[in-house]
């Protein structure tokens, strides 16, 4: 099995480091390993352009507008096994970096989207779907940062696995680990999500979360929408409904059965994700085409609103 290490650290840094650890633990384990330091490739942001979902919805393919190094780097995760991504916390969240990640992987590699443009191609023709982002695959994350602010960063993490529907293997913060390479106990964690990641790889259809425990039971979250009225809350991460209560002490997740036809990391959510996608894009096609949308475009082009350009520009204008 093949598993690619991702960071987003500095070079050499300890995100670089812990990735290796991890990577080498899987090589000791049989799997083929790889590493990649994300910050030495071009991956631009994404532009919002939604190239991307109309393309799957209409037949067209699997698109990007944007010009860059993105398509390889995701081919090379594409041809893994499992993917190890090693991030520093920034803000208590993950790094901008991944946050693009996020944004570029995005309708293009949601598992439902994909499966819906294939049968759109196989009955009416078009562009076929690269088939390698319809497989299964395992991910575990690793977020590694020099305080305790660190709360947001494993719903973040997870994010990425949503849209392709990658298994999430282990999940892991290591706050208050500025000089984790010093740490022999952490560095032993880490070395157990690379096993971990391995064991998973090579049993791929049964593949199970290996992390720490959530508070939902479903995904594993602990981040929730609470209703300040009630005990109503809403996994973030998945987006299951149902209350948070206190049972011998400890919070407890109770949803409904059919909720988990809805969660957005499972095909059938993924489904009523896609309709969605393409009944809203349809919509906006048309709403284009009207009067009312024209008459906007023109009122809010007659503004004289003057705007500032970023320096390299404005020595063009000049």
Not at 27 to 40: N, P, R, T, W
Not at 159 to 184: C, Q, R
Not at 286 to 304: G, L, M, P, V
Not at 310 to 317: F, L, W
Request: glycine content about 8%; some cysteine; overall charge negative.
């Amino acid at each position: 099995m093949k598993i690619v290490g991702v960071s987003l650290g500095t070079r050499n840094g300890s995100n670089d480091s812990m990735c290796k650890e991890a990577l080498i633990a899987a090589q000791e384990m049989g799997a083929e390993v790889s590493f990649i330091h994300l910050l030495d490739w071009d991956i631009k942001d994404c532009t919002g352009c939604v190239a991307c979902s109309r393309s799957l919805v209409m037949g067209k393919g699997n698109v990007c507008t944007r010009k860059d190094e993105f398509d390889d780097f995701r081919s090379q995760l594409l041809d893994a096994d499992g993917v190890l991504v090693v991030d520093p916390i920034f803000e208590k969240g993950a790094s901008g970096l991944f946050h693009t990640l996020m944004d570029r992987f995005g309708p293009r590699a949601d598992r439902g989207m994909n499966v819906v443009a294939t049968k759109i191609c196989e009955e009416h023709g078009g562009k076929p779907i690269d088939p390698r982002l319809l497989k299964d695959k395992v991910i575990s994350f690793i977020g590694i940062g020099g305080s305790d602010w660190a709360t947001a960063i494993e719903y973040d993490h997870t994010m990425l696995a949503i849209s392709p529907a990658w298994k999430v293997i282990d999940n892991e913060k290591f706050a208050w680990s500025k000089n984790i390479i010093m740490e022999d106990e952490k560095v032993e964690r880490v070395r157990e999500i690379g096993r971990n990641l391995a064991k998973a790889a090579a049993d791929i259809e049964h593949a199970e979360y290996m992390g720490k425990p959530g508070v939902c039971p479903h995904c594993h979250c602990k981040n929730f929408y609470l209703d300040p009225e009630s005990t109503h809350a809403t996994c973030m991460t998945c987006g299951i409904e149902g209350d948070l209560v206190i049972e011998d002490g400890k919070f407890k997740f109770v949803f409904p059965e059919e909720q988990l036809s809805h969660a957005h990391d499972t095909l059938s959510g993924k489904f009523i994700h896609a309709d969605d996608i393409k009944e809203n894009e349809g919509k906006a096609i048309e709403n284009r085409k009207s009067q009312k949308f024209k008459d906007s475009q023109a009122r809010i082009a007659s503004f004289n609103i003057p705007e500032i350009l970023p320096p390299a520009k404005r020595e063009c204008v000049k």
